[in-house]
């Protein structure tokens, strides 16, 4: 691995793309410390650490920490997120948009236009909605319309900023850009992570019990750590045999494919969507300063992740349950809207290939329905232990810190298609890369 990052700082054109990267990496973490100004910070961090919702805490290892710094990045690339994210559904709801990501490249250029003007359309929304917050709380310099509109601005452009920054490094630099910006703002969030487990297992702790707690916290991090690599890389290879047809005087076909499907078809998303619909109701109320009691506020309590696996609180243990449900069911239907089983049978049979021991069409397509469906439930079953585990330590134990399943996903997703971008550079080039030390 040592020799092989040696040997791709020696190749000009990978050294100029990794240091162009960094480059890009440093200016996204100094905007994330630049405040707007106008804006009582101490303000906002007592108001971020009043809430009790785990959607906060995710949004802010999402940006990095700029989020609880309110600085001119706080919405960071989140609008960008779910932009990409709505497009994809789009894509598959409206004909013309999917007629254009078949078009080629000219058609996803086309697409990636429009993500960008829902992006800014979702930063404008968000960032008006964090400024006029901001002036109900009288937390303004001068709690005026024109604060709110430069706090809006300045979220805006912020975001936007990022979201160039980040598709300069797809274009310029090594990995996909989004992803390496959304990797560099969960890692910056990992040493007060470790601060807060030091402080509760191990800081005022003998010897021996400091040292068996830290070898245990090792140990699940990198038991999740492995368990995740396996998650993201496990797939299924479907073999696929293509008949062999006379063209002109020769014989040609007959080879031998596969169908890749992947164990993990949907990542990450399900987690994000369940997460999303779970703390909805929590960080509507959070923003509009009202606590309510009786039903409404156990129901929200049920919800709040916080509240889920402690021992005096068991009822609200539903909402982990709730919580399950959601995600098994996301994992099935991105995967459906994304993945389309009966597309892929005509394709096959109208180039002559087909499964062994399966007829080509609609047996196929059922063939591939059957085997999809397994594989989305074991996905989707691992992704639930991935994310309980830290849930669990924050239920039991009380601890919470923001590299919990979801982010190790991200971090060992983004890790691994980086890599693999670097290694098929090297390739080119004749080097021995990762992927084969």
Do not use: W
């Given at each position: 691995m040592l020799k092989t990052l040696i040997n791709a700082f020696k190749i000009k054109d990978i050294k100029n793309r990794i240091f162009f990267t960094?480059?890009?990496l440093v200016v996204v973490r100094l905007g994330a410390q630049l405040p707007i100004p106008g804006v009582s910070r101490d303000v906002f961090t007592a108001w971020f650490e009043s809430q009790?919702?785990?959607?906060?805490?995710?949004?802010?290892?999402?940006?990095?920490?700029?989020?609880?710094?309110?600085?001119?990045?706080?919405?960071?690339i989140t609008p960008y997120?779910?932009?990409?994210?709505?497009?994809?559904?789009?894509?598959?709801?409206i004909p013309k948009l999917e007629e254009m990501q078949k078009d080629g490249e000219d058609g996803r250029k086309k697409i990636r236009e429009y993500t960008r003007y829902v992006t800014i359309a979702l930063a404008l929304i968000e960032g008006f909605a964090m400024g006029f917050g901001l002036y109900r709380s009288g937390s303004l310099m001068h709690n005026s319309a024109l604060d709110v509109v430069m706090v809006t601005a300045a979220l805006v452009a912020g975001s936007c900023l990022v979201m160039w920054m980040g598709e300069q490094i797809t274009d310029k630099g090594v990995g996909n850009g989004i992803s390496i910006i959304l990797l560099i703002n969960i890692i910056s969030t990992i040493p007060n992570d470790f601060k807060v487990l030091y402080d509760k297992f191990m800081s005022g702790k003998n010897v021996v019990k400091a040292g068996l707690a830290g070898i245990?916290?090792?140990?699940?991090?990198?038991?999740?750590?492995?368990?995740?690599?396996?998650?993201?890389d496990g797939e299924r290879r479907i073999p696929v045999q293509y008949s062999k047809k006379v063209v002109g005087r020769k014989l040609v076909g007959g080879s031998t494919s596969s169908i890749p499907l992947k164990v993990n078809t949907a990542g990450v998303i399900p987690i994000i969507f369940a997460s999303s619909i779970m703390s909805l109701p929590g960080m509507i109320v959070g923003f509009l300063g009202k606590t309510p009691g009786g039903i409404p506020g156990h129901i929200l309590a049920t919800l709040n992740s916080s509240n889920w696996c402690r021992i005096s609180q068991p009822v609200y243990s539903i909402g982990l349950l709730i919580y399950i449900v959601l995600v098994v069911f996301f994992a099935y239907f991105y995967t459906s809207i994304?993945?389309?089983?009966?597309?892929?049978?005509?394709?096959?049979?109208?180039?002559?290939?087909?499964?062994?021991?399966?007829?080509?069409?609609?047996?196929?397509?059922?063939?591939?329905?059957?085997?999809?469906?397994?594989?989305?439930?074991?996905?989707?079953?691992?992704?639930?232990?991935?994310?309980?585990?830290?849930?669990?330590?924050?239920?039991?134990?009380?601890?919470?810190?923001?590299?919990?399943?979801?982010?190790?996903?991200?971090?060992?997703?983004?890790?691994?298609?980086?890599?693999?971008?670097?290694?098929s550079l090297m390739l080119v080039?004749?080097?021995?890369?990762?992927?084969n030390d």
């Open positions: 960094f480059f890009i009790t919702s785990g959607a906060f805490d995710f949004f802010d290892a999402m940006t990095g920490g700029s989020f609880t710094q309110f600085s001119i990045f706080a919405l960071n997120i779910t932009s990409s994210i709505i497009m994809q559904l789009m894509t598959i709801a245990i916290i090792l140990a699940v991090i990198l038991f999740i750590v492995i368990f995740v690599i396996y998650l993201q994304t993945f389309n089983p009966l597309e892929v049978a005509d394709n096959m049979k109208k180039q002559g290939g087909f499964i062994p021991g399966i007829r080509p069409g609609k047996p196929t397509s059922d063939y591939l329905n059957k085997i999809l469906s397994n594989i989305i439930f074991i996905g989707a079953i691992g992704l639930i232990i991935v994310a309980i585990i830290p849930i669990f330590c924050a239920g039991v134990f009380g601890v919470n810190v923001s590299f919990g399943g979801t982010s190790l996903i991200i971090i060992v997703g983004v890790v691994l298609e980086t890599l693999k971008q670097i290694e080039r004749h080097y021995k890369g990762f992927l």
